[in-house]
């Protein structure tokens, strides 16, 4: 039964505490074969006042927001089409690529680059899941694709999985997988 300790400042919300002790029982199970329930997680919080690195006292960092959080306000955005709100999720240096396409740098141009293949694309999700990598949390979601091509005629139930990677809490990659290309090709 692994059990890992974290000291923290006081200060960090409920929720931002169980996302924190999620991370930490998964981390484990990437490494100890124990299941969800064994492997215990204690967070011991100290007051702010008792905190000092170099011989002075700090303040600690505001929590992260939640990886999955960005991604899903960011899918959310688009397909509402509120680009501005879509913006405030990308960070710099962004780019994106989908199937059959040079990777592109702005909404604009995926805007461009899609709307000879479809007029609207919906998308039902399965799950999302956060991993860490040294540059920065990466994000995948997967799940379904349902619209309508510039025909009228509709789609559905086309697999997707999308990977977005962030730095500072800001969207910097995204890269698409799809079957779009093969249920058009069918029908």
Partial sequence: MPVV?????EGYAAEDKARLGRALTDAVRTIVPAAPDAVTVMMHELPKVD??????????????????????????????????TAQSYIGEGFSMTFPGAAPMKTLQELIDWSRPRYHFVKKTYEG?????????????????????????SGFANIRFIDRFELTDGKITK?????????VKASS
């Avoid at 991993?131 to 990466?138: D, E, F, L």
Wanted: charged residues 25%; contains cysteine; proline residues 7%.
């Fill in 128 to 152: 999302f899941d956060v991993a860490n990598s040294p540059k920065g949390p990466v994000v995948y979601c997967r799940g379904w694709l349902s619209g309508e091509w510039p025909d009228g």
């Fill in 174 to 182: 995204q890269d698409v997988w799809n079957d779009i290309a093969e």
């Fill in 5 to 9: 300790e974290i000291h923290l400042l």
């Fill in 51 to 84: 905190y000092y690195r170099g011989g002075t006292q700090r303040e600690g960092a505001a929590a992260l927001p939640d990886p999955a959080g960005i991604v899903r306000a960011f899918l959310a955005a688009m397909e509402a089409r509120d680009l501005d």
